[in-house]
């Protein structure tokens, strides 16, 4: 997997991107591989932030993962930056090969050298193959998400 390189994601990704997220059970109920005019809105405003990221892994010129990386400033933990992970995707026919290790790595590395504190991320509770890999990365189940739909 040396050949897995990452980086922004560029508009052109985009419709990559989609599909990668509704490449999935939970994603074919939430999201649609088409650009609209919502996710044009969507991918400007994360592009347009500092602290948002939409990372892509990349190899051969294709497009095999994502992600989303916030960075988000707080008070607790004595001001603590922490890094949320978010849209974790990996194309499923690249599952099983090291690609989202070496994506996670690389977002955990990129936390450290910004002196985040701490990396979190959500996992529907459906998820139990990607609740093994992130216990596999040393995350901890420490806290019970909840959210409201709106």
Same mark, same amino acid.
Request: hydrophobic share 40%.
């Given at each position: ?77 004595? +001001?603590?930056? $922490? &890094? ?6 990996? =194309?499923?026919? !690249? %599952? #099983?090969? +090291?690609?989202? $290790? &070496? ?6 590395? =990129?936390?450290? !050298? %910004? #002196?985040? +504190?701490?990396?979190? &991320? ?13 216990? +596999? ?14």
């Amino acid at each position: 997997m040396s050949d897995v390189f990452f980086r922004e994601a560029v508009r052109a990704d985009l419709p990559a991107v989609l599909d990668l997220l509704a490449d999935d059970v939970l994603g074919r109920t939430r999201d649609v591989g088409e650009v609209d005019a919502t996710y044009e809105k969507a991918f400007a405003d994360i592009s347009a932030d500092p602290r948002n990221h939409l990372v892509v892994a990349e190899a051969d010129g294709e497009v095999l993962g994502c992600m989303q990386l916030t960075f988000i400033p707080g008070l607790g933990r004595h +001001g603590t930056e $922490r &890094l949320l992970i978010e849209a974790v995707r990996i =194309r499923s026919d !690249q %599952r #099983g090969r +090291g690609v989202g $290790r &070496l994506m996670m790595t690389w977002a955990i590395d =990129r936390a450290r !050298q %910004r #002196g985040c +504190g701490l990396v979190q &991320l959500t996992s529907d509770k459906s998820r139990h193959d990607a609740h093994r890999f992130y216990l +596999g990365l040393g995350f901890v189940p420490t806290h019970e998400g909840m959210k409201l739909s709106l």
